[in-house]
C-alpha cells in the first residue's frame, strides 16, 4: 500500500519521500509543480510522480484509487509568511481549503494521515522556555493564522469522525530542496547566507547577532512525519518536531564562517526587527518531551551538522550545473 506525499517536491516532501522510500513504502509525490525531482533520489525505485493540486478533490481521490494508498502526509504549507500577506486568498485556498479536501479523502476512503504545521502558531513566547503542544493558539501573522485554522479542522475530524491523524508541528526548517522552473523559491537564511559566503559576500546586519530560532533540519522533520505515521498506539495527536534548542543568528553566522574559509558575517546586537517583522516574532523552542517518549524522536542534526549537509549539497548542485 502507498503513501501520499502531497507536497511531496517542496522542502519537507522531498525529504519525507526518501525517509519513507528507504523504510520500504512505495511513496507517491503528489504535487501541482511537474519538475523533475529524480536527482534527490538515485536509484530508488517504488516512486511515482503525479502533478495534482490537494483542493481537486476528484484527482485527489482518483489517485488514492489507482495507486491504493493506505496513507497520506500532508506538507502543503502557506508558502511563506511574506507571500501570504501579499495573497492572502490564494493562500487559504492552498492551504485551508486544500487540508479539507485531505480530510474528507481521509474520512471517506479510510486514510491515516499526518499533516505537517507549524510551531508559529503558538505566536509570540519567552524565547528562552520551551512551548509545549498544549498552549492555546495564538497566531500573529496571516501564515499562522491559516495554519492554526488547518490544525484546528485536523483534531475536529479526528475526534467527530475518528480518522487516524497526527500533526507534527515544525519550526524553522532548512536544508536541500528543489528549485527548479516553476517552482517558488525558498530563500531559508541558511542557505542564503551560504551561497552568499560562497560567492565572496560579505554579510552584514545592524542587528540581529542576539535573534533566537529553533533551526531544524529536514531530515529530522522527515524522521519527525514517519514515526508520527507508523508508531500507534498514539496517546496524543499533536507534537512538537524540532531541533527543541534556539540558536542565536550570531551561532548560525559563525558555523557557516567555520565552514567556509573567508566568509565574513557581521551583526549587530540585539534581535533582527526584519525578521520579526516580516517572518515571524521570537518565540521559545519547541517542546520535544513528547515526540521523545512517546514517538521515539530524536533529532539527529545539530546546526552544525545541518549546515555542513547544506554546504555539500549546494557544492554538488552547482558543479552540476557547471557540466550541463
Not at 512551548?131 to 483534531?155: F, H, Q, R
Request: with cysteine; hydrophobic share 40%.
Amino acid at each position: 500500500m502507498s503513501i501520499l506525499v502531497i507536497g511531496g517536491k517542496g522542502l519537507v516532501g522531498i525529504h519525507t519521500s526518501r525517509r519513507f522510500l528507504r523504510e520500504g513504502y512505495p511513496v507517491v509525490i503528489y504535487d501541482v509543480y511537474p519538475g523533475d525531482v529524480s536527482y534527490f533520489f538515485g536509484g530508488v525505485t517504488r516512486r511515482v510522480d503525479v502533478v495534482g493540486d490537494a483542493s481537486d478533490f476528484d484527482h485527489l481521490l482518483e489517485t488514492i484509487d489507482r495507486y491504493k494508498v493506505k496513507g497520506i502526509v500532508h506538507t502543503v504549507m502557506a508558502h511563506n509568511p511574506a507571500d501570504v500577506l501579499r495573497n492572502p486568498s490564494e493562500s487559504f485556498s492552498s492551504t485551508v481549503e486544500g487540508t479539507l479536501r485531505v480530510l474528507e479523502a481521509a474520512r471517506t476512503k479510510n486514510l491515516r494521515v499526518v499533516s505537517v504545521g507549524t510551531q508559529a502558531v503558538y505566536g509570540i513566547t519567552d524565547p528562552l522556555i520551551p512551548v509545549k503542544e498544549d498552549v492555546p493558539l495564538n497566531p500573529v501573522t496571516i501564515y499562522s493564522g491559516w495554519k492554526a485554522m488547518c490544525d484546528i479542522m485536523c483534531l475536529t475530524y479526528q475526534r467527530v469522525f475518528e480518522v487516524d491523524l497526527v500533526i507534527i508541528r515544525a519550526a524553522h526548517i532548512y536544508g536541500p530542496v528543489y528549485g527548479g522552473p516553476g517552482r517558488r523559491k525558498r530563500h531559508d537564511l541558511p542557505e542564503l547566507w551560504l551561497r552568499k559566503s560562497l560567492a565572496n559576500e560579505v554579510i552584514e546586519m545592524g542587528d540581529g547577532a542576539d535573534h533566537l530560532m529553533d533551526w531544524t533540519y529536514a531530515e529530522d522533520v522527515a524522521q519527525g512525519a514517519f514515526l508520527a505515521y507508523s508508531v500507534r498506539p498514539v496517546k496524543h495527536r499533536v507534537f512538537n518536531i524540532s531541533r527543541g534548542r534556539n540558536v542565536s543568528l550570531q551561532e548560525l553566522g559563525q558555523g557557516i564562517m567555520d565552514l567556509v574559509p573567508g566568509s565574513c558575517i557581521k551583526l549587530g546586537p540585539g534581535p533582527s526587527e526584519t525578521i520579526s517583522k516580516n517572518v515571524v516574532p521570537m518565540r521559545g523552542p519547541g517542546d520535544i518531551t513528547l515526540a521523545r517518549e512517546e514517538l521515539g524522536f530524536e533529532p539527529q542534526f545539530t546546526i552544525q551538522k545541518g549546515l555542513a549537509e547544506l554546504l555539500n549539497w549546494i557544492k554538488k548542485q552547482d558543479c552540476l550545473r557547471k557540466q550541463k
